[in-house]
Structures are given as structure tokens and as C-alpha cells.
């Protein structure tokens, strides 16, 4: 009886494996089923992509559109199991993350911590290092939206430069324009004094033409 009950306890509760990892109860294609879930830090696509590659190296994976699940059929993997297991995932996203549901059983049905610890603590393993490899692709991804963002504000400030060299070669042409033109007002100073001088000795021979016109038949 007390077995019993414990098992029952066991199985209603969540462990935590690693430190995004749990073994919890979900429904899956094969009903109620103990499994394991992970927290992934990217989007669902992405994620579902980077598992893809992740256990390319042991099979390909089937996609079971009917039931959204991504199947693993009788393949090899020793950190978990030196029997061949199927490996059935699927993922949903919320929020900016995704959360991976995992289920693994080989030909005495689905494994739980209860009844294979072993393999569940390697298959635990197994998905934390998955986990990683996500957040490590989201980190770089990261890195380059950053470097890009780095990229666009190294231009900005080579047009600014460029800007800033453009408006001092336009003061310079400014000032030697400036210098042109206050040379020309003091040759036009000049050229007016000198005008003046003419215009006052041709007024002045004009004056002395009218005397001499008034005095015209007046004697002297």
C-alpha cells in the first residue's frame, strides 16, 4: 500500500533534472505519458530547426502532422539508452520562448524516472545540452543583430565625419572667398578716393569755366 501510494506521489509531481529541464506527466498522441519538458530560449521554428540538426547525427526525424509531433524512430543513443529508443518531440511557443515537450520509450513503452532512472538522467542531459546549443544560437543570432546595429551607427558616423569635412572645407572656401572680397572693397575704397579727387578737380574747372564765362565782355 505504501509503494503504491508513493508511486502515485511520484507521478503527480514534476522533477527537475537539470536546470531547464523537467520530467512531468503530458498528453501526447499516446495519451497521458510521462515525459520531459525544457525550456527553450528561442522562437518555436528556430528551435524545432536546431533539434532537427541536433539529432541529425542518430536519424532523421518524421514530421506527424496529424498530432504536430516530430518522431524519432528505433535509433541509438547512448546518453541515454544502449537499447534502441523513439524519440517523439514537440514545441510551442509563448511569449519569446519555446517550450519542448519531450516523450522517449524503447520496447517496454515510454521511460520514466520511476521505472528508468538512469536513462531519464541521461536523456535529461541529453536535452540540457540541446537547450544550450538553442541559447547559444539565440546568443549569436544576438550578436549579429547587435554587430549589424554597430555596423549602421559606424556609417552614421562616417557620414557625420564626412559632413563635418565637407563644412570646414566650405568655411575655408568661405574665408578665401571673404579675404578675396575684403581685398576688392579696399581696392574700391581707393578707386573711390581717387574718383572723388577727379570728380572734385572737375568740378573745380568747372567753376573756374563758368567764372571765366561770367566775366566774358565785362572788361577787366
Same mark, same amino acid.
Given at each position: 500500500?505504501?509503494?503504491?501510494? +508513493?508511486?502515485? +506521489?511520484?507521478?503527480?509531481?514534476?522533477?527537475? +533534472?537539470?536546470? =531547464?529541464?523537467?520530467?512531468?506527466?503530458?498528453?501526447?498522441?499516446?495519451?497521458?505519458?510521462?515525459?520531459?519538458?525544457?525550456? /527553450?530560449?528561442?522562437?518555436?521554428?528556430?528551435?524545432?530547426?536546431?533539434?532537427?540538426?541536433?539529432? &541529425?547525427? #542518430?536519424? *532523421?526525424?518524421?514530421?506527424?502532422?496529424?498530432?504536430?509531433? @516530430?518522431? /524519432?524512430?528505433?535509433? @541509438?543513443?547512448?546518453?541515454?539508452?544502449?537499447? %534502441?529508443?523513439?524519440?517523439?518531440?514537440?514545441? #510551442?511557443?509563448? =511569449?519569446?520562448?519555446?517550450?519542448?515537450? !519531450?516523450?522517449?520509450?524503447?520496447?517496454?513503452? !515510454? +521511460?520514466?524516472?520511476?521505472?528508468?532512472?538512469? %536513462?531519464?538522467?541521461?536523456?535529461?542531459?541529453?536535452?540540457?545540452?540541446?537547450?544550450?546549443?538553442?541559447?547559444? @544560437?539565440?546568443?549569436?543570432?544576438?550578436?549579429? $543583430?547587435?554587430?549589424?546595429?554597430?555596423?549602421?551607427?559606424?556609417?552614421?558616423?562616417?557620414?557625420?565625419? *564626412? *559632413?563635418?569635412?565637407? #563644412?570646414?572645407?566650405?568655411?575655408? *572656401? %568661405?574665408? %578665401?572667398?571673404?579675404?578675396?572680397?575684403?581685398?576688392?572693397?579696399?581696392?574700391?575704397?581707393?578707386?573711390?578716393?581717387? &574718383?572723388?579727387?577727379?570728380?572734385?578737380? $572737375?568740378?573745380?574747372?568747372?567753376?573756374?569755366?563758368?567764372?571765366?564765362?561770367? $566775366?566774358?565782355? &565785362?572788361?577787366?
Amino acid at each position: 500500500m505504501k509503494k503504491t501510494l +508513493l508511486f502515485v +506521489l511520484l507521478s503527480a509531481c514534476t522533477f527537475m +533534472l537539470t536546470g =531547464q529541464v523537467v520530467e512531468k506527466s503530458m498528453t501526447m498522441s499516446s495519451g497521458e505519458q510521462q515525459g520531459l519538458e525544457v525550456d /527553450l530560449k528561442g522562437d518555436s521554428k528556430t528551435s524545432e530547426k536546431l533539434w532537427k540538426e541536433y539529432v &541529425k547525427p #542518430y536519424g *532523421k526525424t518524421d514530421w506527424d502532422r496529424k498530432n504536430k509531433e @516530430h518522431v /524519432l524512430f528505433n535509433v @541509438h543513443i547512448p546518453a541515454i539508452s544502449s537499447k %534502441a529508443v523513439t524519440l517523439v518531440g514537440r514545441f #510551442y511557443q509563448y =511569449q519569446d520562448m519555446t517550450k519542448g515537450s !519531450f516523450w522517449i520509450k524503447d520496447d517496454s513503452g !515510454f +521511460l520514466s524516472s520511476e521505472q528508468n532512472g538512469d %536513462a531519464i538522467r541521461g536523456a535529461g542531459e541529453f536535452l540540457q545540452d540541446y537547450a544550450n546549443e538553442v541559447e547559444r @544560437h539565440a546568443i549569436r543570432e544576438d550578436i549579429k $543583430k547587435q554587430e549589424k546595429d554597430l555596423g549602421r551607427s559606424e556609417k552614421d558616423l562616417e557620414k557625420l565625419m *564626412k *559632413k563635418n569635412k565637407d #563644412y570646414h572645407k566650405a568655411i575655408e *572656401k %568661405a574665408k %578665401a572667398e571673404i579675404a578675396k572680397k575684403e581685398g576688392e572693397i579696399e581696392n574700391n575704397l581707393e578707386e573711390q578716393k581717387s &574718383k572723388k579727387g577727379e570728380i572734385e578737380k $572737375k568740378k573745380n574747372k568747372i567753376q573756374e569755366t563758368t567764372i571765366a564765362l561770367s $566775366k566774358v565782355g &565785362k572788361g577787366s
